[in-house]
């Protein structure tokens, strides 16, 4: 168990190295920070595994890498295979005593929704359900931002994407987003978690937790882009908040079943609030209905993890 | 191929790579069942259950992450080993160049199947021929005797040029039939692979490696260069790795051809694997009737033994190449295709034909194998014969 879980910014300044400078990502894209604040959040050593996508390309071009820690790239949807292989050789080489000190170790993945949501999904799934000691990170940019920004099944409902493109007839994406934080909590795993920059306390506290448990757990972290939502480079920490602020990102976690939801904004904004600044959004700031329709799916999202936050532990109730 | 005064098992090709693999007891495997492989995984989670091994056992969910877990657990230095089959192999593929790349030493089985479509669980070659040029090393073997001592073998190999190597077998014609096998004494086993000694490795966590970065238009050609030296430096190392375990346990294992009857040969048939068992018998009875035919059995296809078969068939007038796979390029197998490439260069040029034969297992016999042979026989004599030929197939 980690000593405690939330960190103030002094301790955390104290802490973390994050990526060095020079790396590649846009000006004001947000997973830079992101990674900062989970490398700090870390008591013990971590190795990373990263899927490809926007955050492996732009922090290592060989002979240059950003990361101060051991880090593995292999392909686009098997971040959470090869954790799980190094997490393995891990558990195999302590036991044969091959590893200097018995150096304790954690190991992370991180991958984007493409990877993860998509085409890493029965990776990540077999890597949870096996139970490997790791924790996956998703920085959920809700697109393929590394190839030019193309859907992914993160995408919201009606966001302009070059594959779900605003035209004339189709007004962009005409689905949904997939939950993917409830399919990762019906594995059972013993904790899952959205998190958000925005709200950095409640995010590293959630890695420090994750971390401290033993099993495969997974933080879904909202990353605004840039340039695939189309806004102003200082705004990224913002749009993060406002997505938390209209309930668009529920901050919430799932431990071991029970829900609690982290984040209650006391005067909820409207879900019109979050699309307006972005591009991606502008053609349907004229639809009414199509607002509206996001309304009443970020409402149902809501209401439905308010009745699964009823259900209590037993020393709760 | 007989190891002298050894213990012998009854053991078919599949028992005989998991008894392998549990005398080499590896840090991790990572794998996911497919005919004709399936066994292997099978008995190595018995091995794992019954605690026989200390190896750290990935039950994966696809073949995919077979292949992605075993890059991981490589890149931590461990000792790690896989085995799969056809579609298995096909679905592995984006990951088996990762692997080489990466120049991890991962040994893995694979038992030859055919490849889909259409569907089919017999034996032929489409499936490793498929990733020849995935940069891993391929040892095609002829019996379960020389699959278990190319495992062996096969680590050492590979940890010492930091490529991966895959070991084949003849699905079910290998896999299945028992045969007896002369195996080592576990600690026989253990003292000649050694310790795996990694260069460098992403547990250690007080000096950070970054390992698979963008590679792009300045170093990525380098680094392919590199893994063509990395093979030219195989070649070395099979061949030290071959004669020093011969020497030691007294076998007689060929390191990348074994010339059958080739001395005073005239023309010759090459062949990989389990065929080349029934091509020896045919030449045998062909030589009585006092034909001067040879065979030559390839048993390394990467790195491309080319010097080995420009020497041994130097003075052959004309050769028929075997090939267990099509390229569908209309000229024949990649055996073929690559086998007359090396000998283009030779003084006196040889004939050359292909055949294909035993696509999605398709029986070999003996009367196919005295077939090819007359039928190289008439290409020396000059008489017209197609560049290829499918040996047993209805047209
Ligand atoms: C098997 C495979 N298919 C497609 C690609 C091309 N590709 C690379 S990154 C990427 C999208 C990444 O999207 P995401 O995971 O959301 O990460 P992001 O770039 O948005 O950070 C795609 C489609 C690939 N590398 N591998
Ligand atoms: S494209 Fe988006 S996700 Fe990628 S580096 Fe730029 S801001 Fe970050």
Same mark, same amino acid.
């Given at each position: 168990?980690?000593?405690?879980?939330?960190?103030?910014?002094?301790?955390?300044?104290?802490?973390?190295?994050?990526?060095?400078?020079?790396?590649?990502?846009?000006?004001?894209?947000?997973?830079?920070?992101?990674?900062k604040?989970?490398?700090?959040?870390?008591d013990?050593?971590?190795?990373?595994?990263?899927?490809?996508?926007?955050?492996?390309?732009?922090?290592?071009? =060989?002979?240059?890498?950003?990361?101060?820690?051991?880090?593995?790239?292999?392909?686009?949807?098997?971040?959470?295979?090869?954790?799980?292989?190094?997490?393995?050789?891990?558990?195999?080489?302590?036991?044969?005593?091959?590893?200097?000190?018995?150096?304790?170790?954690?190991?992370?993945?991180?991958?984007?929704?493409?990877?993860t949501?998509?085409?890493?999904?029965?990776?990540?799934?077999?890597?949870?359900?096996?139970?490997?000691?790791?924790?996956?990170?998703?920085?959920?940019? +809700?697109?393929?931002?590394?190839?030019?920004?193309?859907?992914?099944?993160?995408?919201?409902?009606?966001?302009?994407?070059?594959?779900?493109?605003?035209?004339?007839?189709?007004p962009?994406?005409?689905?949904?987003?997939?939950d993917?934080?409830?399919?990762?909590?019906?594995?059972?795993?013993?904790?899952?978690?959205?998190?958000?920059?925005?709200?950095?306390?409640?995010?590293?506290?959630?890695?420090?937790?994750?971390?401290?448990v033993?099993?495969?757990?997974?933080i879904?972290?909202?990353?605004?882009?840039?340039?695939?939502?189309?806004?102003?480079?200082?705004?990224?920490? +913002?749009?993060?908040?406002?997505?938390v602020?209209?309930? =668009?990102?529920?901050?919430?976690?799932?431990?071991?079943?029970?829900?609690?939801?982290?984040?209650?904004?006391?005067?909820?904004?409207?879900?019109?609030?979050?699309?307006?600044?972005?591009?991606?959004?502008?053609?349907?700031?004229?639809?009414?209905?199509?607002?509206?329709?996001?309304?009443?799916?970020?409402?149902?999202?809501?209401?439905?993890?308010?009745?699964l936050?009823?259900r209590?532990?037993?020393?709760?109730? | 191929?007989?190891?002298?005064?050894?213990?012998?098992?009854?053991?078919?090709?599949?028992?005989?790579?998991?008894?392998?693999?549990?005398?080499?007891?590896?840090?991790?495997?990572?794998?996911?069942p497919?005919?004709?492989?399936?066994e292997?995984?099978?008995?190595?989670?018995?091995?794992?259950?019954?605690?026989l091994?200390?190896?750290?056992?990935?039950?994966?969910?696809?073949?995919?992450?077979?292949?992605?877990?075993?890059?991981?657990?490589?890149?931590?230095?461990?000792?790690?080993?896989?085995?799969?089959?056809?579609?298995?192999?096909?679905?592995?593929?984006?990951?088996?160049?990762?692997?080489?790349?990466?120049? $991890?030493?991962?040994?893995?089985?694979?038992?030859?199947?055919?490849?889909?479509? !259409?569907?089919?669980?017999?034996?032929?070659h489409?499936d490793?021929?498929?990733s020849?040029?995935?940069?891993?090393?391929?040892?095609?073997?002829?019996?379960?005797?020389?699959?278990?001592?190319?495992?062996?073998?096969?680590?050492?190999?590979?940890?010492?040029?930091?490529?991966?190597?895959?070991?084949?077998?003849?699905?079910?014609?290998?896999?299945?039939?028992?045969?007896v096998?002369?195996?080592?004494?576990?600690?026989?086993?253990?003292?000649?692979?050694g310790e795996?000694?990694?260069?460098?490795?992403?547990?250690?966590?007080?000096?950070?490696?970054?390992?698979?970065?963008?590679?792009?238009?300045?170093?990525?050609?380098?680094?392919?260069r590199?893994?063509?030296?990395?093979?030219?430096?195989a070649?070395?190392?099979?061949?030290?790795?071959?004669?020093?375990?011969?020497?030691?346990?007294?076998?007689?294992?060929?390191?990348?051809?074994?010339?059958?009857?080739?001395?005073?040969?005239?023309y010759?048939?090459?062949?990989?694997?389990?065929?080349?068992?029934?091509?020896?018998?045919?030449?045998?009875?062909?030589?009585?009737?006092?034909?001067?035919?040879? $065979?030559?059995? $390839?048993?390394?296809?990467?790195?491309?033994?080319?010097?080995?078969?420009?020497?041994?068939?130097?003075?052959?007038?004309?050769?028929?190449?075997?090939?267990?796979?099509?390229?569908?390029?209309?000229?024949?197998?990649?055996?073929?295709?690559?086998?007359?490439s090396?000998?283009?260069?030779?003084?006196?040029? !040889?004939?050359?034909?292909?055949?294909?034969?035993?696509?999605?297992?398709?029986?070999?016999?003996?009367?196919?194998?005295?077939?090819?042979?007359?039928?190289?026989?008439? $290409?020396?004599?000059?008489?017209?014969?197609?560049?290829?030929?499918?040996?047993?197939?209805?047209?």
């Amino acid at each position: 168990m980690a000593e405690k879980l939330t960190l103030n910014l002094k301790e955390l300044s104290k802490r973390t190295e994050g990526l060095a400078s020079g790396h590649r990502a846009c000006a004001g894209c947000p997973f830079p920070a992101i990674i900062k604040m989970i490398l700090g959040a870390a008591d013990d050593p971590v190795v990373v595994a990263n899927a490809t996508g926007c955050m492996e390309v732009v922090t290592t071009i =060989f002979p240059y890498t950003a990361w101060p820690v051991p880090w593995i790239h292999n392909a686009f949807e098997n971040a959470a295979a090869t954790i799980s292989g190094v997490e393995s050789a891990y558990k195999a080489l302590l036991r044969k005593g091959k590893i200097p000190g018995n150096k304790k170790i954690k190991f992370i993945a991180f991958g984007g929704d493409g990877g993860t949501y998509d085409i890493g999904l029965q990776s990540l799934s077999g890597a949870i359900e096996r139970g490997h000691n790791f924790l996956y990170v998703l920085y959920d940019n +809700e697109g393929y931002m590394n190839t030019g920004i193309q859907r992914s099944s993160a995408t919201p409902f009606a966001a302009h994407t070059t594959t779900s493109p605003a035209g004339k007839v189709i007004p962009g994406k005409t689905q949904h987003r997939k939950d993917l934080t409830e399919i990762v909590a019906a594995h059972n795993l013993p904790y899952a978690a959205q998190a958000s920059p925005s709200h950095w306390n409640d995010l590293i506290r959630k890695v420090r937790k994750a971390l401290s448990v033993e099993g495969p757990t997974f933080i879904s972290i909202i990353s605004p882009c840039v340039p695939g939502w189309g806004y102003p480079e200082h705004m990224s920490i +913002e749009l993060a908040k406002l997505a938390v602020e209209t309930k =668009f990102w529920p901050l919430y976690e799932v431990e071991n079943g029970y829900y609690k939801i982290n984040y209650k904004p006391r005067n909820p904004l409207p879900v019109i609030e979050f699309l307006k600044p972005q591009a991606r959004f502008k053609h349907i700031l004229n639809r009414p209905d199509l607002i509206e329709e996001i309304q009443r799916f970020v409402d149902e999202r809501w209401e439905r993890l308010l009745w699964l936050e009823q259900r209590k532990p037993e020393e709760n109730k | 191929m007989a190891v002298k005064n050894r213990k012998r098992m009854a053991l078919t090709g599949n028992e005989a790579y998991a008894y392998a693999m549990k005398q080499i007891n590896p840090d991790v495997v990572a794998a996911y069942p497919i005919t004709p492989a399936t066994e292997i995984v099978q008995i190595f989670a018995k091995y794992v259950a019954d605690g026989l091994v200390n190896t750290e056992f990935v039950p994966v969910e696809s073949e995919h992450s077979a292949m992605s877990a075993c890059v991981g657990a490589s890149a931590t230095g461990a000792r790690v080993m896989t085995g799969t089959a056809s579609q298995g192999l096909a679905l592995m593929h984006e990951i088996l160049y990762i692997a080489s790349s990466l120049r $991890l030493p991962i040994v893995m089985a694979v038992v030859n199947r055919a490849l889909s479509g !259409p569907i089919n669980i017999h034996c032929d070659h489409s499936d490793t021929m498929g990733s020849r040029d995935a940069g891993w090393i391929q040892v095609y073997t002829e019996n379960a005797n020389e699959a278990y001592h190319s495992v062996i073998m096969g680590i050492r190999i590979a940890e010492t040029v930091n490529l991966p190597l895959m070991v084949t077998l003849d699905g079910f014609i290998i896999s299945h039939e028992m045969e007896v096998v002369e195996v080592l004494e576990d600690q026989e086993v253990q003292e000649f692979i050694g310790e795996r000694k990694p260069l460098y490795n992403i547990l250690d966590v007080d000096n950070p490696i970054t390992v698979g970065p963008l590679d792009l238009q300045d170093y990525y050609f380098e680094h392919k260069r590199q893994q063509v030296e990395a093979m030219k430096y195989a070649k070395e190392v099979i061949k030290s790795v071959v004669e020093e375990y011969n020497k030691k346990f007294g076998t007689d294992f060929p390191a990348f051809i074994e010339p059958y009857r080739m001395e005073d040969a005239e023309y010759a048939v090459l062949a990989m694997s389990s065929a080349a068992g029934t091509m020896k018998e045919a030449v045998d009875l062909m030589r009585e009737k006092g034909e001067k035919v040879g $065979l030559v059995r $390839l048993r390394v296809f990467r790195p491309f033994p080319f010097e080995e078969l420009r020497e041994v068939f130097k003075n052959i007038k004309a050769i028929g190449v075997m090939d267990r796979a099509d390229s569908l390029n209309t000229m024949g197998g990649p055996v073929f295709n690559e086998t007359r490439s090396a000998l283009y260069d030779l003084e006196t040029r !040889p004939k050359m034909m292909g055949f294909v034969f035993g696509l999605g297992g398709r029986d070999f016999p003996i009367e196919d194998a005295i077939h090819i042979i007359e039928r190289v026989k008439a $290409l020396k004599e000059g008489k017209k014969v197609d560049m290829v030929e499918y040996i047993g197939v209805r047209e």
